[in-house]
């Protein structure tokens, strides 16, 4: 099973991110049902070790995260973009519940995450061939402004992701309520990064 756990932005900002997929030809943009914030990619696992990580995120105590849209990105890998995505401005909440999964998945018996959060909402993947494309830059400065008023993510969700041709689907499997939002979101230094989830 290859799972990962993640938030899911609602209706309203979802329409906002399908609004901005448009003008590179090579990207393979995402759907509605793809567009999430991974928290914690967990990988290949086997059943058990999975009912070990559903029973440590069911415990977990958190408020739902209360975030904005801040800008958008790319990753790139040997100097290659292979993603564009929207920031999502980090704020003390979503720090503390990545922290509370990334608590969780090591005591389930998952090795610990080394990589440094950064939380964003996959938009597209660029293959191979994409190189570096011209309007890959003009993407990124068309959508640098990329902002939205602050909205909550109520609901941890364990995702299932099935890989195919057509690219990824993404089956929830478990999802759980998170506590009332304690504050208003106190955002963050923003961070960049050069390298991205799985």
Do not use: N
């Amino acid at each position: 099973m290859r799972l990962f756990v993640a938030l899911r932005p609602p209706a309203a900002i979802r329409d906002s991110l399908l609004d901005a997929m448009d003008g590179v030809l090579a990207a393979r943009w995402q759907d509605d049902a793809q567009l999430h914030c991974t928290l914690r990619f967990l990988g290949d696992v086997d059943r058990p070790q999975a009912e070990d990580v559903a029973a440590a995120l069911a415990a977990l105590y958190a408020p739902a995260p209360c975030v904005r849209l801040h800008s958008v990105g790319q990753f790139a890998h040997k100097g290659r973009t292979d993603t564009l995505w929207a920031g999502l401005a980090p704020t003390a909440a979503l720090h503390h519940l990545a922290r509370k999964v990334e608590q969780a998945c090591t005591r389930a018996g998952l090795a610990p995450e080394r990589r440094a959060y950064l939380p964003h909402v996959t938009l597209a993947r660029l293959p191979r061939s994409a190189g570096a494309a011209p309007e890959i830059d003009a993407w990124l400065a068309r959508h640098a402004a990329l902002a939205s008023d602050a909205f909550v993510l109520p609901h941890l969700i364990l995702y299932q992701s099935h890989l195919g041709h057509g690219g990824a689907l993404y089956e929830p499997v478990m999802r759980w309520p998170l506590a009332p939002p304690a504050e208003p979101p106190q955002v963050l230094p923003v961070r960049s990064e050069t390298s991205g989830d799985p």
